[in-house]
């Protein structure tokens, strides 16, 4: 993504003093204030997306404000399918 002239900005990376096991105020207000300098928000969905406890906060949010997220499902080649059911089933 980088290579196409993209910033990216991912939590883990750029703001590692924040835990990701504990939800607090101060993670949401940052999380808020990154989302906020944001175009776009690109959720990668993997096998242990369903685990996140912020995930589900973050698109709707993000939604919300910029009404600009997009969806990338990633998946082991063995179980790929050619349809994405997603969450909502």
Same mark, same amino acid.
């Given at each position: 993504?980088?290579? !196409?002239? #993209? ?5 883990? @990376? +750029?703001?590692?003093? *924040? ?21 776009? !928000?690109? #959720? ?5 997306? @369903? +685990?996140?406890?912020? *995930? ?34």
């Amino acid at each position: 993504m980088e290579e !196409l002239g #993209y910033s990216i900005y991912i939590d883990w @990376i +750029n703001d590692r003093q *924040m835990s990701r096991n504990q939800v607090s105020k101060e993670t949401a207000n940052t999380l808020r204030k990154r989302m906020r300098q944001c175009g776009s !928000l690109l #959720y990668a969905v993997s096998a242990s997306s @369903i +685990n996140s406890k912020w *995930m589900p906060w973050e698109l709707g949010y993000f939604d919300e404000i910029k009404n600009k997220v997009e969806i990338l499902p990633i998946t082991d080649t063995a179980q790929a399918t050619d349809t994405y059911q997603g969450q909502d089933k």
